[in-house]
């Protein structure tokens, strides 16, 4: 069934040219825009972090300077939270989410490419940093460190006005997500019937909604502090350095869930597919997954537990930080027993999902002991806490997102990904993963900081540290292997067919890739795995063949994103650079989104894939 | 080391006693014996000297959390080994086998079963809560009375410590009685840093504006390092400091000496004047009369002092020269400049026999 997409005009395939990129306003393109350059950034950050476990690998490291290795560590956070993680999450709930609510696009297009380019040029904007100095106050920026006198440079304006562009592209996606969501779910797509995915991405936009625009603000205040001399952290003007760490954490935080969330409903979805079974307890999966987003809200000072707030805060912060660990472990839980006399057929896909799994327990676990505040005074800001938080969001995060990309890559390019190829991958990455940061646990025990450029020897930590190097080589390996699969698997690959996995979700009934308008006909929706139900279940079929629609009129394409985008990248920059850009920048957003008010929104009729297409 | 031997040798029995056991036939227990092995040799590769771990504590409040670590690690593990023994077993047992393509039971969930592990999960969790509460509350008890007061005063990149009832100041190098509780009160001057013996204490951040409190008892006699633990700049990593815990005679001694300060003899000694010209306008030494500067360590006692530069180097009379004549090479990014090189067309400020002269006359501060 997939060779029906042929008919597709020629100005909506692959072959089209840059301006129908540049001006696309297509869920499912600009969810390969996102994901694109996400890993872009993502191998950025990760040659950055190559060359730190290069200049680590032995005692007094001389491969590179402190002031480099400050500036590598900071743009290594930022980068893999803001520019790789974020958006590569946001390459998923585009490509995903209106194939998963029987949707033909997000319910506001213009708005989603508005959120693609002002990620991209952010991101941008803030490498551009390296040719200056890069930020080196860390991803979390204290003051007065972060403040004009200890860093005289123009990096950490970089890291404000950068992390302001991202922040922003954050909340207007978050925003049209949570109304896609809301508003456009096909008939019978309960909010009880959506996939765990959907769910998880609806959870993630209120905590983007909720947590950044506080921290908008406060970074808007280190930015006045540095550039007009208001105080407002600084100690020697009365101000209060921990007044940041405050309403930095009550961003940063969330900010975790923003990253895990998502990566737990791919899993969610993968799990199930392959155990051939449904998932164990949706209810309790997707309450734990609200329930976490609302305690989240609530664990910020865990971040601070050495900082002096005294044993009553510190007491209720455990508190609450312990009682995360419950929705937590029910997932954990509940992913397991969905194995639980299963039919597991083991994919790539599966093998990332259950080591996902895996991993994410050793990092809760490890995370369940320092969320005992007396132990996190031993273990905070040393090497314990590196492994901690690269096995949540890199045994967790990175291996829940590359399952998605095998499992989901038939919907970005109707072809499969090699899977003998892609178990060496996953054998690689995971065995790399482990002895990188595996040691990491017993450095940190020994007594080894982080953010240090540099050790001495004597200290029991050349071994491990050499290990670590080690394992990081073995990662970087399974990466370059990764690069090839997909290179491989964009034109080399055989045609995957609209349903290779034998899914149980909306986006199996429609065509690989899919086409622009999605699906032919309305899905009429009867139950939480429509496709699997239509094919196993007795219940009709998600999509009927003889009520393809003959006149669907899909979203123009606009400029107009890109141009206001571009305006607000102008804004940002002039502030370091010079103000009349800045000036000219603001113009650009106002009058751009003049325009884009004024044009017709409403683009040729697209022609449906063809009749009997889908089930 | 004792613990990994005993280790190696468990491994070894395991791997004899699996021969009667059905292991043998997949080779099991000899493919465990070899992994345990190699395991074993790395560890004890990477074992030896640990001065900076957590799991040795000689001082109360490191001995607290150790005991509240060790349990939770061990509950911990438990979980871990349950969770990751199940995805693996079932991975195994219940994988897709080729003309097996029925389809499995389809299980939606088991509300008894899930509210069993919620409940279950809580459990845990209230146990984990009510330790470390217990430690929590113990942690929170106020110095006694008779703590000897230090000032912690935590600069970009070294630490100075103040006895303000003893009238001693120094730096990097902290001297403590066994025994006697200890309060500290910790200032900045500049930057957020955090204060860290490992084997004493958990950490506490020092935050300019603010003067924060820790206290612990010393429990055995050693040389402990430390090191700042919250990123404050360039030389974030350099800012080491060492914890000499003595017997109280010995303390007693060390109070006297840094009390006393410089032989009055060695006034007159040429590195005396050479210190007096180009040191003393940052640096002070008791018992001198124009050595009053403020900006950098204290250098009362530093003929004593076991390494330099906040614990980057050892302390020898060569490294002691290197360090004078340019620091930065020692440690990138300190403040101190380089006084025995020329810096473009200014020539150095000390000659070689200068600097003689100075090492001389500082390796007798002891």
């Known amino acids: 069934m997939a060779t029906m997409t042929q008919t597709l005009p020629v100005a909506q395939t692959w072959k089209s040219d840059v301006w129908s990129w540049i001006t696309t306003v297509d869920h499912k393109r600009i969810a390969k825009l996102y994901l694109f350059a996400a890993v872009a950034f993502f191998a950025i950050a990760g040659t950055e972090s190559m060359i730190m476990r290069t200049q680590l690998a032995t005692p007094d490291g001389t491969l590179i300077d402190g002031s480099l290795y400050n500036q590598l560590f900071t743009m290594h956070g930022v980068s893999m939270i803001f520019i790789a993680i974020m958006p590569l999450n946001a390459g998923f709930f585009n490509l995903l989410v209106p194939l998963h609510i029987g949707a033909r696009d997000v319910a506001f297009p213009r708005l989603n490419a508005l959120s693609f380019w002002m990620f991209l040029f ?5 490498n551009l940093s390296f040719f200056t100095g890069a930020p080196d106050g860390g991803w979390f920026a204290y003051p007065p460190l972060t403040g004009k006198e200890f860093s005289p440079g123009t990096g950490m304006e970089h890291w404000i006005l950068g992390l302001a562009v991202l922040g922003t592209s954050s909340i207007i996606s978050s925003l049209n997500f949570a109304v896609t969501i809301f508003n456009l779910r096909a008939p019978g797509m309960k909010m009880t019937r959506m996939p765990v995915f959907t769910w998880m991405t609806l959870v993630t936009s209120f905590l983007i909604l909720f947590a950044f625009p506080p921290f908008t603000v406060a970074s808007v205040l280190l930015l006045t502090d540095r550039i007009v001399g208001t105080g407002f952290f600084n100690p020697v003007a009365g101000g209060d350095p921990v007044l940041w760490q405050h309403l930095f954490w009550f961003m940063g935080h969330p900010e975790v869930y923003v990253l895990i969330l998502p990566p737990m409903g791919i899993v969610s979805e993968v799990l199930p597919t392959f155990a051939r079974k449904p998932l164990f307890g949706y209810t309790a999966v997707v309450f734990s997954g609200i329930s976490i987003g609302f305690m989240g809200f609530a664990v910020w000072a865990h971040h601070m537990f050495a900082v002096g707030l005294g044993p009553i805060a510190n007491g209720v912060f455990t508190a609450i930080t ?44 490890s995370g369940m002991m320092h969320a005992a505040s007396p132990v996190d005074m031993q273990h905070t800001d040393t090497y314990f806490i590196v492994a901690h938080l690269h096995y949540v969001l890199f045994g967790g995060s990175i291996f829940g997102i590359l399952a998605g990309i095998y499992y989901w890559w038939p919907k970005l390019t109707g072809r499969l990904l090699n899977e003998r190829l892609g178990k060496i991958h996953w054998f690689l990455a995971f065995l790399g993963f482990n002895i990188t940061f595996g040691p990491m646990h017993i450095l940190g025990n020994d007594g080894m900081p982080r953010r240090v450029y540099t050790y001495i020897s004597g200290q029991g930590w050349d071994t491990w540290n050499l290990v670590a190097t080690g394992g990081a080589y073995l990662m970087a390996l399974s990466f370059l292997l990764f690069a090839f699969i997909v290179l491989k698997g964009l034109r080399g690959e055989k045609s995957a067919g609209d349903d290779p996995w034998d899914g149980a979700t909306l986006e199996w009934a429609t065509t690989s890739p899919p086409a622009v308008h999605n699906f032919d006909s309305m899905p009429v929706v009867g139950s939480n795995r429509p496709v699997w139900d239509g094919k196993y279940g007795g219940s009709p079929a998600p999509m009927d ?43 650009m957003i106002f009058y751009g989104t003049f325009a884009w008010t004024q044009e017709s929104t409403v683009g040729p009729p697209a022609r449906p894939s063809g009749s009997g297409a889908g089930h | 080391m004792h613990d990994l031997y005993r280790l190696i040798t468990l491994a070894s029995q395991i791997a004899g006693k699996s021969k009667a056991t059905r292991w043998r036939r997949y080779g099991v227990g000899r ?14 590769a990477g074992c030896g000297e640990l001065p900076q771990t957590i799991m040795h504590p000689a ?63 809580a459990l845990i969790v209230a146990v984990l809560a009510v330790m470390t509460f217990k430690t929590m509350s113990i942690r929170a008890e106020a110095p006694g009375p008779g703590a000897l007061i230090v000032e912690v005063t935590a600069n970009q990149w070294w630490w100075e410590f103040t006895y303000p009832e003893l009238d001693v100041v120094t730096a990097n190098e902290l001297y403590l009685p066994i025994g006697q509780e200890v309060d500290l009160r910790l200032a900045s001057n500049d930057v957020i840093h955090s204060f860290w013996f490992p084997s004493l204490s958990g950490k506490q951040d020092v935050v300019p504006g603010t003067v924060n409190r820790m206290n612990f008892v010393p429990e055995e006699i050693g040389v402990y390092p430390g090191q700042c633990t919250e990123f404050c700049g360039l030389a974030h990593g350099q800012m080491r400091m060492a914890a000499f815990v003595v017997s109280p005679a010995e303390f007693d001694r060390w109070v006297e000496m840094q009390q006393t300060g410089a032989d009055p003899a060695l006034a007159t000694s040429p590195g005396a004047q050479v210190f007096q010209i180009n040191c003393a306008a940052c640096h002070s030494i008791r018992g001198t009369a124009a050595a009053f500067g403020q900006i950098g360590p204290e250098l009362t006692g530093i003929g004593a002092r076991t390494t330099l530069g906040a614990g980057v180097v050892n302390h020898t009379p060569e490294t002691l020269a290197e360090w004078i004549r340019d620091p930065s090479q020692i440690k990138p990014g300190v403040l101190m400049p380089a006084l025995g090189v020329d810096v473009g067309d200014v020539p150095a400020a000390l000659s070689e026999d200068d600097i003689t002269a100075l090492v001389n006359y500082l390796e007798q501060m002891r």
């Open chain 1, 122 to 126: 952010g991101a941008i904007f803030l």
């Open chain 1, 322 to 365: 312990m009682l995360i660990a419950i929705p937590t472990g029910v997932k954990v839980l509940n992913w397991s027993a969905t194995l639980f006399r299963a039919s597991i057929k083991i994919t790539t896909p599966m093998l990332f999902a259950v080591s996902f799994v895996a991993l994410f327990t050793i990092g809760g676990l």
């Open chain 1, 545 to 587: 063949p003889a009520a393809a629609e003959s006149d669907i009129h899909m979203p123009k394409a606009s400029y107009w994103p890109i141009f206001v985008a571009l305006g607000l990248a102008f804004a940002a920059a002039g502030v370091i650079y010079s103000y009349p850009m800045s000036a000219v920048g603001v113009v």
């Open chain 2, 31 to 44: 493919y465990l014996a070899v992994t345990l092995a190699a395991v074993g040799v790395v560890v004890l």
């Open chain 2, 59 to 121: 001082g109360d409040d490191a001995r607290l959390i150790l005991d509240l670590l060790v349990p939770v690690l061990w509950i911990a593990l438990v979980i871990l080994v349950v969770v990751v023994g199940f995805l693996i077993v079932s991975m195994v047992k219940y994988r897709y086998r080729p003309g097996n393509d029925g389809i499995p039971p389809q299980i939606h969930g088991n509300p008894r079963l899930e509210i069993t592990w919620m409940v279950a999960s």
